[in-house]
């Protein structure tokens, strides 16, 4: 597909969005819809990487860090907070120069089954909604927050808590958006209609999920990102994770596995982010796939 067909896919898919966010106002007296509407907005487009960040002595690397995120042209970067104790005060340090250079950004914790839990509000995840919220006030760059593996962990994310949770987000930043971690068979009616009303969008590792879980194939993608859509609707964006990195218990992928998965992504999903962030000297073929794919849509990005 062309760029320019790659273009007006994409603004097809916003208008449809935002078309029937409008009808759901006209329905509903406008208020939630419209909220929805602006969490939604900075997650369609995007297109980025996750963790992988630079460190010196334990800390993030943040200069390197907005180095390498300009060389791949990523318009976001998924910061992941969990491997340090001061992974949170080099957060702070990384959003004002991300911000200075227009990427935006996500969070993402760490569940209670993958300790070490983020620091510094560890398993208070309710706190964690409240403190990132804020920060997004401060940080407007900071667009969206993310729970890793979030139907594992059903015994504290009950749909109390998550209720409870995103409206303490919400209160403080209405235009703050939660997007969790979720993979396609977690996905079931029950939890559909006791979770799918709190989600702003859906980061969605694929893995061949509808054939035997593998790296190598990506036959089932198209027909698995159209599931989401169905399940979520189309006020909600899905956002594909990309394994350029391997799978803990899957195969390593290919540099044109990669390729594949990002190109139909990048057509029928929203967003497309890469796990994890891959660099030139460690992973040659692959970094030149997705530096060439992101300096494509760059050409064409309306979203920084």
């Excluded at 790659?6 to 419209?34: D, E, F, P, R, Y």
């Excluded at 990506?218 to 956002?239: N, Q, Y």
């Amino acid at each position: 597909m062309s760029s320019f067909n790659q273009l007006i896919t994409k603004i097809s898919q916003g208008l449809l969005i935002a078309l029937t966010l409008v009808l759901a106002g006209c329905a509903t007296g406008g208020h939630g819809a419209n909220k929805a509407a602006l969490r939604a907005q900075p997650l369609i487009g995007i297109f980025g990487t996750y963790a992988a960040e630079p460190r010196t002595k334990g800390r993030v690397d943040t200069d390197r860090l907005v180095t390498e995120l300009l060389k791949a042209r990523v318009n976001t970067y998924n910061f992941l907070v969990h491997h340090q104790p001061t992974d949170w005060d080099d957060l702070l340090i990384f959003l004002p120069k991300a911000q200075a250079k227009g990427i935006k950004v996500w969070v993402t914790l760490v569940p209670p089954s993958e300790p070490p839990l983020s620091v510094p509000f560890g398993s208070d995840y309710q706190r964690w909604a409240v403190e990132l919220a804020k920060l997004s006030l401060a940080e407007t760059n900071l667009v969206a927050w993310s729970i890793d593996d979030f139907f594992y962990n059903e015994k504290l994310f009950t749909p109390d808590y998550i209720q409870h949770m995103v409206a303490g987000s919400h209160a403080i930043n209405p235009q703050f958006a939660f997007v969790p971690c979720l993979y396609y068979r977690q996905v079931t009616p029950v939890r559909l209609a006791n979770y799918a009303r709190y989600f702003d969008g859906v980061l969605f590792p694929y893995r061949h999920e509808m054939g035997k879980e593998n790296l190598s194939d990506w036959d089932t993608l198209p027909v698995e990102i159209a599931a989401f859509h169905r399940w979520f609707g189309p006020s909600v964006p899905v956002i594909v994770d990309v394994y350029a990195t391997k799978h803990s218990k899957l195969n390593e992928s290919s540099p044109e596995y990669v390729r594949q998965v990002m190109e139909i992504s990048r057509q029928q999903a929203e967003g497309v982010l890469i796990f994890c962030h891959q660099y030139e000297d460690k992973n040659p073929e692959k970094y030149h796939v997705i530096q060439n794919l992101f300096s494509e849509w760059s050409k064409n990005d309306t979203g920084r």
